[in-house]
T-cell receptor, first 112, second 119 residues
């Protein structure tokens, strides 16, 4: 299995600011995934992050709004830029390991 | 495109009883994986059970079992001897077995079913 740590666990942010979420995995993994879970909703994939290459974004998500870094095989960051109240969500990091997907505990962002 | 549908937004079960959560999906692929995830209030997504499409035998994990009907594209979860700790959101998810490079491993989730367990 894989153990995933996310920081921050939760945060309250002001409109127009940016916040970076960190995801640390205890094993080396090729791909890391970032999901968004809006209040009362299901999970939607934002992007897939490969080490050493540009992240691949899903339809409706753009790099300027959600820049992602993947400096090595155990770490990734997701930045939520120029936040608005519509960005209030839980953001989850996920990795595929041994044929399964494991999730971090998520970062709950509230934008005022 | 693949879709996953959970038609029960909420379900309730008496402690020690059995409950079945429904899930249907749509795909043109023949090789894929199906999952049930549990998300308690703590937000941690926990894998409950997994089914490979090529396997005819239904997966079972202790009190959790699935009824996988590939032709009908149905994948229901049965929880036996329900416990208070089973109360959570349950998500059905689909994943292609094909390697699309950056899309490998991407899960497509249903909207979830909120399960309440009454003591």
């Amino acid at each position: 299995s894989a153990v995933i740590s996310q920081k921050p666990s939760r945060d309250i942010c002001q409109r127009g600011t940016s916040l970076t979420i960190q995801c640390q995995v205890d094993s080396q993994v090729t791909m890391m995934f970032w999901y968004r879970q809006q209040p009362g909703q299901s999970l939607t994939l934002i992007a897939t992050a490969n080490q050493g290459s540009e992240a691949t974004y899903e339809s409706g998500f753009v790099i300027d709004k959600f820049p992602i870094s993947r400096p090595n095989l155990t770490f990734s960051t997701l930045t939520v830029s120029n936040m608005s109240p519509e960005d209030s969500s839980i953001y989850l990091c996920s990795v595929g390991f041994g044929g399964e997907l494991f999730f971090g505990e998520g970062s709950r962002l509230t934008v005022l | 495109a693949q879709t996953v549908t959970q038609s029960q937004p909420e379900m309730s079960v008496q402690e020690a009883e059995t409950v079945t959560l429904s899930c249907t999906y749509d795909t043109s692929e023949s090789d894929y994986y199906l999952f049930w995830y549990k998300q308690p209030p703590s937000r941690q997504m926990i894998l409950v059970i997994r089914q490979e499409a090529y396997k005819q035998q239904n997966a079972t994990e202790n009190r959790f079992s699935v009824n996988f009907q590939k032709a009908a594209k149905s994948f229901s979860l049965k929880i036996s001897d329900s416990q208070l700790g089973d109360a959570a959101m349950y998500f059905c998810a689909y994943r292609s077995a094909r390697n699309y490079g950056g899309s490998q491993g991407n899960l497509i989730f249903g909207k979830g079913t909120k399960l309440s367990v009454k003591p």
